[in-house]
């Protein structure tokens, strides 16, 4: 994927650079319900996994992350770890406009994530995300309570969205 610009408002989406893990990282702690991970984990993904994650950049600042990778096992999907935009910037679609670029530059057959039940904005983000593009979305237990030990995590369902067409499929409506 190229750096691309969207000319509306001057929003820049591209992969991250080891230089983004530090503003990701804040971006994550500024916004609750998110698991903030380490910033080691930030500079990971921002180099090992680079190809299957996005930025979206204003100013020069880190507006947007979405994290995700391709399970070893599952070439054909792209686990969507995090998701994140800055709260003034919310509502404005710029979640779903990353996530249509990293599937237009992935290809996949299915996008999978793991969701609390008590997260609606993220519920609703997949479902509109699945509805847009004509695909099924199915929820699954995915990791129970218990196994998060004595933190008080909720358990965390998994959704699988596709079949999409390796990045080829039509879009309802306007999503760049």
Same mark, same amino acid.
């Given at each position: 994927?190229?750096?691309?610009?969207?000319?509306?408002?001057?929003?820049?989406?591209?992969?991250?650079?080891?230089?983004?893990?530090? /503003?990701?990282?804040?971006?994550?702690?500024?916004?609750?319900?998110?698991? *903030?991970?380490?910033?080691?984990?930030?500079?990971?993904?921002?180099?090992?996994?680079?190809?299957?994650?996005?930025?979206?950049?204003?100013?020069?600042?880190?507006? /947007?992350?979405?994290?995700?990778?391709?399970?070893?096992?599952?070439?054909?999907?792209?686990?969507?770890?995090? *998701? *994140? *935009?800055?709260?003034?910037?919310?509502?404005?679609?710029?979640?779903?406009?990353? &996530?249509?670029?990293?599937?237009?530059?992935?290809?996949?057959?299915?996008?999978?994530?793991?969701?609390?039940?008590?997260?609606?904005?993220?519920?609703?983000?997949?479902?509109?995300?699945?509805?847009?593009?004509?695909?099924?979305?199915?929820?699954?237990?995915?990791?129970?309570?218990?196994?998060?030990?004595?933190?008080?995590?909720?358990?965390?369902?998994?959704?699988?969205?596709?079949?999409?067409?390796?990045?080829?499929?039509?879009?309802?409506?306007?999503? &760049?």
């Amino acid at each position: 994927m190229n750096s691309q610009k969207s000319k509306a408002d001057s929003i820049i989406f591209r992969r991250p650079e080891l230089k983004d893990a530090s /503003g990701i990282h804040n971006l994550i702690k500024r916004s609750p319900p998110l698991d *903030v991970n380490s910033l080691y984990c930030y500079l990971l993904l921002c180099d090992h996994f680079r190809n299957t994650c996005i930025v979206a950049e204003k100013d020069r600042k880190v507006i /947007g992350f979405i994290a995700a990778y391709l399970p070893p096992t599952k070439l054909d999907t792209l686990f969507v770890w995090q *998701v *994140v *935009v800055a709260k003034p910037l919310r509502n404005r679609s710029l979640a779903t406009k990353m &996530l249509n670029k990293l599937l237009q530059s992935t290809p996949v057959l299915y996008i999978e994530t793991t969701v609390t039940p008590s997260n609606d904005a993220s519920m609703r983000f997949f479902r509109a995300f699945a509805h847009a593009r004509e695909a099924t979305l199915l929820s699954a237990a995915g990791y129970a309570r218990d196994l998060f030990g004595k933190n008080s995590h909720e358990e965390e369902l998994l959704l699988r969205l596709g079949p999409f067409d390796g990045g080829n499929q039509t879009i309802k409506g306007d999503i &760049l």
